[in-house]
C-alpha cells in the first residue's frame, strides 16, 4: 500500500490516504450445512470442505483512509478501509461440482467476489535508535 498524509505540518491528529493491491492466497473454505425438512427430521449439521471449488489465488483493490498522531515514543493510528474484489472466488466450472452439497443439501455455489470493509486500530512504535558516527583522528 502507499499512503499520503493528507495535511503537512505538526498537527496532533495527521489525517492520510491511502491505497493498494492485495495479493491473496486461500488456505481453506468450508461449508457447514444444514437442510430443515418440513414434518421430518433434519439434516444434521456437516462441514463440507469447498477449497477444490474455489480460485486459490484471488486479487482486491484496497483503499483507506486515517489519522495518526504521536502517543509516547511512537505512533496510534487509525484506519478504515474498503477491499474491493477484482477476482471471483469461484468459476462457472465448479458451481456444480460438489456432489455431497448438491444431492444431500440441494445447495450449489454462486458467482461472487469478496468485498470488505474494515477497521485497522494500532499503535507503532520506533525501536530504530542512530547512533552518531565518530570521526577519526589522523
Do not use: C, W
Amino acid at each position: 500500500m502507499i499512503q499520503y498524509q493528507v495535511k503537512k505540518g505538526e498537527s496532533k491528529l495527521n489525517p492520510f490516504v491511502s491505497g493498494g493491491v492485495a495479493l491473496e492466497y486461500m488456505l481453506a473454505a468450508n461449508v457447514d450445512a444444514e437442510q430443515k425438512r418440513t414434518g421430518n427430521q433434519s439434516i444434521e449439521v456437516k462441514t463440507v470442505a469447498v477449497l477444490d471449488q474455489r480460485q486459490k489465488f484471488n486479487a482486491g483493490i484496497l483503499l483507506g483512509a486515517g489519522i495518526k498522531t504521536r502517543v509516547a515514543g511512537g505512533y496510534f493510528i487509525a484506519e478504515l478501509r474498503y477491499a474491493y474484489g477484482v477476482t471471483k472466488v469461484n468459476s462457472p466450472g465448479t458451481l456444480m461440482s460438489n456432489q455431497i452439497l448438491l444431492n444431500d443439501y440441494k445447495l450449489s455455489d454462486g458467482l461472487f467476489k469478496v468485498n470488505s470493509v474494515f477497521l485497522n486500530v494500532g499503535y507503532v512504535h520506533n525501536f530504530f535508535n542512530p547512533k552518531k558516527k565518530l570521526k577519526r583522528k589522523k
